[in-house]
C-alpha cells in the first residue's frame, strides 16, 4: 500500500508568529500524515481478518479518515501561504476585484474573513470559489470534515484550532493571531490558486 508523506514547507522567519509555533505546528501536520497511514493500514488488515467479522470496527475506521484525511490536506493549504514571505493584497488583481464585488470591498472581503475566523471553538475559516456558482464563498469549516462544501476550489485556508497559535497567544487573544496570519500571507500563493481553476 502506497503511504502518504509529509510535505516540506520552507517557511521564513514571521511577524507575530515564533519560529517555535511553527515547529510544534508541523509536527502536528506529520502527525495526520501518519494517522491517515495507520488508519488505511488498519482497514486493510480489518479486512484481510474478516470483513464480516469486523465489520462495525471497520466503519468506525472508516468514520474517522475524513478528520485526519482532512487535517492533513488542510494543513498542505496552510503552510505554503506564507512560503516566500509576505506580498501586497491584490486588490487589482482577478480574484481582488471578484471578492470586492462580493463583499463591497477588499476591506469587506477582509473585514469578513477576519469575524468568521473570530466564531467561537476550534476550527478554519476558508475562502473558497465555486466554479459551478462563479462566485467565491467564505465559510468556517469544524473538525476539519465537519461543515467543508462540495465541488469547490479552496483559496485561503486559516487554522483557527488552539493548536496554531497558543504557543503564542492565549485564546483570548486570537485575534492577533489572526492579524499576525494576514501579515505573513503571501498572497501570490492565493491567486496562484485562483488563476489555476478551469473555468
Known amino acids: 500500500m502506497e503511504k502518504y508523506e509529509p510535505k516540506t514547507f520552507i517557511i521564513p522567519e514571521l511577524q507575530g508568529i515564533s519560529k517555535k509555533q511553527i515547529d510544534m505546528h508541523l509536527g502536528l501536520y506529520e502527525g495526520y500524515v501518519k494517522h491517515i497511514n495507520l488508519l488505511r493500514e488498519q482497514i486493510a488488515d ?52 471578484a471578492l470586492a464585488e462580493k463583499y463591497g470591498s477588499w476591506e469587506g472581503f477582509v473585514e469578513h474573513f477576519k469575524t468568521v475566523g473570530m466564531s467561537r471553538g476550534s476550527g ?49 487573544e486570537k485575534k492577533q493571531h489572526i492579524d499576525a496570519f494576514f501579515a505573513n500571507l503571501n498572497w501570490s500563493v492565493v491567486t496562484d490558486r485562483f488563476a489555476s481553476i478551469d473555468s
Open 124 to 172: 478554519w475559516t476558508v475562502l473558497a470559489w465555486d466554479k459551478s456558482g462563479n462566485t467565491p464563498h467564505i465559510w468556517w469549516t469544524t473538525d476539519h470534515e465537519l461543515g467543508t462544501l462540495a465541488d469547490v476550489e479552496i483559496l485561503l485556508a486559516m487554522d483557527m484550532w488552539e493548536h496554531a497559535y497558543m504557543v503564542d497567544y492565549l485564546p483570548a
Open 46 to 97: 480489518l479486512t484481510e481478518k474478516g470483513a464480516d467479522t469486523y465489520h462495525f470496527a471497520i466503519e468506525s475506521v472508516r468514520r474517522r479518515l475524513g478528520f485526519e484525511f482532512n487535517g492533513m490536506r488542510m494543513h498542505e493549504f496552510y503552510f505554503p501561504q506564507f512560503e516566500g514571505g509576505p506580498t501586497d493584497e491584490p486588490k487589482d488583481s482577478e480574484l481582488g476585484k
